[in-house]
Structure formats: C-alpha cells, structure tokens
Nanobody
Framework: QVQIVESGGGLVQPGGSLRLSCAAS???????????MGWYRQAPGKQRELVAT???????NYADSVKGRFTIPRDNAKNTIDLQMNSLKPEDTAVYYC?????????WGQGTQVTVSS
C-alpha cells in the first residue's frame, strides 16, 4: 500500500511562480532514496505527460516544454519531492501528479490543480 499526496497548486497569473510538494509513503517508498521520481501533468482533454524526473542520484531531466523554467528538488530524509515552477504560462494549466518515473506505480495521488490565467 502506498500513499502519495500532492499539494501547493492554485491560480497564478502568467509569468508567476508556484511550488508544488509531494509526500510519498508506504511499501516501496520505504526505500524512497533509491527510487527515481517524477512530476506528471494532465491538461483537460489531453493524456498525462511526464514533465520532470529526478533519479536516485539526483540527476534531473525535463520535458522541452518546461526546461529552464521548472526544477525538481528532492528531500530523501522526508520522502518528498517538489516542483518549483517559474515563468508560468497558460499552457502549464493542468492537474499535477507525482509518482515513480519514468514507470509510474499503479497508485496515484489526487493531484493538485494549477491554473495559469490572467
């Protein structure tokens, strides 16, 4: 049994910033420090996509659409990952989820809504 809880979403104007947080617990996450994690997002009418990944060695990878604007730090002591989002654009509007990456677990959190609008 795993639990994933995302938080930090909200409404922000274009060009603004938000910081999302994700806390993971349970079974596989007992070895959180060894797991590559990622942030995914799903916009209305679109498939869920992986936008940022951080490996167990803290190497990061970003989708071209967010590169240079998003960063994904992790805190292995707290079993958390964040997503720092800067220079937000309307096309960043989506529900954001975290999970193992690039192969997610079957269990997902409730996600956190990010809306970028003036």
């Amino acid at each position: 049994q795993v639990q994933i809880v995302e938080s930090g979403g909200g409404l922000v104007q274009p060009g603004g910033s938000l910081r999302l947080s994700c806390a993971a617990s349970g079974s596989i996450f007992s070895i959180f420090r060894l797991i590559s994690m990622g942030w995914y997002r799903q916009a209305p009418g679109k498939q869920r996509e992986l936008v940022a990944t951080i490996t167990s060695g803290s190497s990061t990878n970003y989708a071209d659409s967010v590169k240079g604007r998003f960063t994904i730090p992790r805190d292995n002591a707290k079993n958390t990952i964040d997503l720092q989002m800067n220079s937000l654009k309307p096309e960043d509007t989506a529900v954001y989820y975290c999970n193992r990456a690039p192969k997610p677990l079957s269990s997902w959190g409730q996600g956190t809504q990010v809306t970028v609008s003036s």
